[in-house]
């Protein structure tokens, strides 16, 4: 096992975590991490002293880390616990990967210990009961997670039963065993009222409250993750990355699947889009379901992902990668070839008609794929020379074919099935103030080869493939 990282707040169980780590994981580097969130003033800045006082004890290296919650809420918004739970697990993170690289260790296999326990799960499980989430958020925590490099090792463990550890076993500071804190006893808090309220109550009935539900979530979660491998099986199919980020789902191939696999495919593939810590409830899944079959079909999704129909694909998107003006750097009108543009390389080159290769694409320049085209080099040159940019507000051209009558860019794209997201970044390859080609699309009337042609232009664009579902994001 790696460097361990252990987030202790002074609560008696992360205190019991912290007491206990020698023995679940023996001859391991551990280091405390104590977060004040500057929301309880004198009573947090006590609570610092009493982790470091206690790591001073234990001979256990510890960094404590401020973060001001409420004046991040102040300027930008947002619900107290989870801003506070985001700067946490950032604070987290990156003090986990110091501590990696100081010991010389891949961040990877580092992990974030946490002290939740049964009764933790148990109070979220009633908690998303209430509010919603789905039939994943009702599953809560996990013993590990790789991905968020989190280790729960007291997840079987009640609450109870590690402040009775403590009073046996525990080391007091200035007579403490553990920090109190006084919000945890005020139900107008909602976790609060559910660990009194709700489980302190049916506890009356069941004192195992806590372990019968552990146990049959571990149930559950043995199922979920046969379900999660079908998942992903699914997910390899149907769905890839594109250039810019976007995720697009096959939705015929969606729609195709078990409802149960059709909820956990989009709750997955959502979750890959969403930060760390964020997120996602049940009504937004039905929601999707529901309409993404339609053609058109939009909507907003948590952190500002955009969920949308693109000619039968269903694509997420993160704010930064829908068109102009959501943060999509247009490049210049002007730039050498071959160039790399959002969606491909664009390129061009003079054919040699003395070649039998070259000979033969000008003998069927009409048969070329969409993404080559074959224009008059002379005209282009008198025009002044090749320009490649992207499309001007209201520009036209005129097609091919068309006998002079001149669409918009924006129409010629729809009609080829451009999505709209990309339509504002497209590249365009232009002579002077005309447009020559329009990639993928339609090449100009104006700049066409005819018998008469004595120089023939090869221009290309080479799409780049979206990548498969099981790529590295970023």
């Known amino acids: 096992m790696g460097p361990l990282l252990l987030m202790v707040s002074g609560g008696s169980d992360s205190v019991a975590l912290l007491q206990m780590i020698p023995q679940l994981a023996p001859n391991t580097p551990v280091r405390v991490l104590h977060v004040n969130h500057m929301i309880r003033g004198a009573a947090a800045d006590a609570d610092a002293a009493f982790v470091r006082g206690l790591c001073a004890q234990l001979g256990v290296d510890c960094v404590v880390r401020c973060v001001d919650v409420p004046a991040i809420i102040a300027r930008d918004g947002g619900n107290l616990e989870a801003v506070a739970r985001r700067e946490r697990y950032a604070i987290a ?70 402040q009775d550890y403590l009073r046996e076993h525990g080391v007091r500071v200035d007579g403490q065993l553990w920090r109190e804190d006084a919000s945890n006893q005020d139900t107008e808090r909602f976790r609060a009222f559910v660990r009194h309220e709700v489980i302190g109550r049916a506890k009356a009935f ?137 969606f491909g390389t664009v390129d061009a080159r003079l054919l040699n008609p003395g070649s039998t290769e070259d000979a ?68 365009v390859l232009r002579a002077g103030a005309d447009v020559v080609w329009l990639p993928g699309v339609c090449v100009s009337e104006s700049f066409k080869c005819t018998p008469q042609t004595k120089r023939h232009l090869m221009v290309a664009f080479d799409f780049e493939d979206p990548a498969p579902w099981g790529r590295e994001i970023g």
Request: aromatic share 4%.
């Open 93 to 162: 993170n990156r003090e986990l990967d110091a501590f990696c690289h100081e010991l010389g260790v891949d961040p990877a296999q580092g992990r974030l210990v946490l002290a939740h326990t049964a009764s933790d799960r148990a109070e979220g499980f009633f908690m998303r009961s209430i509010i919603g989430g789905g039939a994943e958020a009702l599953l809560g925590m996990r013993e590990h997670n790789e991905r968020a490099r989190t280790w729960r090792p007291l997840l079987h463990n009640t609450r109870e039963e590690l």
């Open 206 to 342: 069941n004192p195992q409250l806590e372990h019968n539900l552990d146990r049959n979530l571990e149930i559950l979660a043995d199922e979920s993750a046969l379900l999660d491998q079908l998942t992903q099986d699914a997910l390899a199919r149907l769905a890839v990355w594109d250039k810019d980020g976007t995720l697009l789902l096959d939705i015929p191939q969606l729609l195709e699947l078990p409802l149960a696999l059709q909820r956990r495919a989009l709750y997955t593939a959502i979750h890959a889009l969403l930060p760390q810590g964020e997120r996602l409830d049940g009504f937004h899944i039905d929601r999707l379901l529901t309409g993404c079959g339609t053609s058109g079909f939009a909507a907003d999704l948590p952190c500002g992902i955009h969920a949308g129909e693109e000619y039968g694909k269903l694509a997420l998107t993160m704010p930064s990668t829908r068109g102009a003006g959501q943060g999509v750097e247009r490049y210049p009108s002007e730039r050498p070839l071959p160039c790399p543009t959002e």
């Open 360 to 427: 033969a694409l000008i003998a069927r320049l009409r048969e070329l794929p969409r993404n080559r085209a074959i224009v008059d080099a002379d005209l282009v040159d008198a025009a002044g020379g090749l320009q490649l940019g992207t499309p001007l507000e209201g520009e036209r051209m005129q097609p091919l074919g068309m006998g002079g009558h001149s669409r918009k860019l924006t129409d010629l794209m729809q009609d080829a099935r451009i999505p709209q997201r990309k339509r504002a970044v497209w590249p």
